[in-house]
């Protein structure tokens, strides 16, 4: 499996070039952990080292946990992929879809003709969108005063829908309301549920969506890239003390050793530590295109401080499983076709391939999203992997 020493070297000569201030990054096999390093800086603005224990907003890699969570609901019995989701939670009984505006201005919305189902949520084909890649939807959010999700309230996931449940794929707010769905039918709220039920199991310590006081000293501080390729330390707000819900679409702290031990669990079908979290099945399940004949499409940016535009293989033919993107062919880097994968918005990313039993997290801390540097930080740090 991996060489070491030609990972440490990828990892230490994009530190020294100032790509990166710092970066974590760990891979395993179903065997164990097969390579873990940390090189650089947690900041720019301070000497301390970046450690292999530094604490990441993971932001969308949230999102796996999160389908993890509701696919133990619906081995339970608890959740069901196809029912109509308005049947746990009422306020997804009769959604509105967002045609445009008036000559004045004013939001058109119409009754969707179709159901949002828990399938379509995991998948981003319920038609939920994201304000960061969809003009519309930011420009309603303007029209309404409809609040960030940042802001922790829940009014801020009362959005309609960008699109007709099952017409096409876009990124979206679907798996904060697949969060939503496991709170209902657990009756736990999802920072309870995924440390009984995922962290605990699985020895994630280090992973909560309430940021810890021990771990002021080893968070990693956000930077922003700037137009010359600079990179300048910029201030995040911690997450709302009023919160009225937990976002199971992007809020998790956790490190690049925790989030190994989930991809482990995944690649053992299921099973990791001593403990099951999911059946060899369900693993499976979600490992499967869920999307039909929908394609992934690339993602245009409307804020270009958050994200640049973005498309992973670009001229390929992606899927989505439930919550992973799927690549439908064999990558340069040595990824497997059927491999899953996906990254929060801070520039962290995963894979995980499970033909060739092997997973990876690379773990910064940027903006814009698909930081090109980082991208092919990612790429080489995988080659080096699969070499």
Known sequence: MANTASIDQVLQQAVAAGDVPGVVAVSADDRGVVYQGAFGRRSLASDDAMSLDTVFRIASMTKAITATAAMQMVEQGKLALDQPAGEVLPELANPMVLEGFDDAGKPVLRP????????????????????????????????????????????????????????????????????????????????????????????????????????????????SRQANGSLEPIDTPPPPADREFYPGGGGLFSTAPDYIAFLQMLLNGG?????????????????????????????????????????????????????????????????????????????????????????????????????????????????AVYG
Do not use: C
């Open 112 to 223: 969707a003709r179709k159901q949002v189902t828990l399938r379509r949520l995991l998948t981003h084909t319920a038609g939920f969108v994201y304000d960061t890649w969809n003009a519309n939807q930011a420009r309603y959010a303007e029209v309404t005063g409809l609040p960030a999700a940042r802001t922790g309230k829940r009014e801020a996931l009362n959005a309609p829908l960008g699109f007709e449940p099952g017409e096409r794929w876009e990124y979206g707010i679907n798996i904060d309301w697949a969060g939503r769905m496991v709170e209902a039918v657990s009756g736990q709220n999802l920072e309870a549920y995924m440390q009984q039920h995922i962290f605990e199991p699985l020895g994630m310590r280090d992973s909560s969506f309430d940021p810890r006081p021990d771990w002021r000293s080893r968070t990693v501080q956000v930077h």
């Open 271 to 383: 099973a990791y530590n001593g403990a099951r979290v999911l059946q060899g099945e369900t693993v499976a399940l979600m490992a499967q295109n869920h999307m039909g004949d929908l394609d992934v499409l690339p993602l245009t940016t409307f804020k270009p401080a958050f994200s640049n535009d973005a498309e992973f293989f670009p001229g390929m033919s992606k899927k989505w499983g439930l919550s992973f993107l799927i690549n439908t062919e064999d990558a340069p880097t040595g990824r497997s076709a059927g491999s899953l994968a996906w990254a929060g918005i801070n520039n962290t990313y995963f894979w995980l391939d499970l033909k060739k039993r092997v997973a990876g997290v690379l773990m910064t801390q940027i903006l814009p999203f698909a930081d090109p540097t980082v991208l092919g930080l990612l790429d080489r740090f995988e080659a």
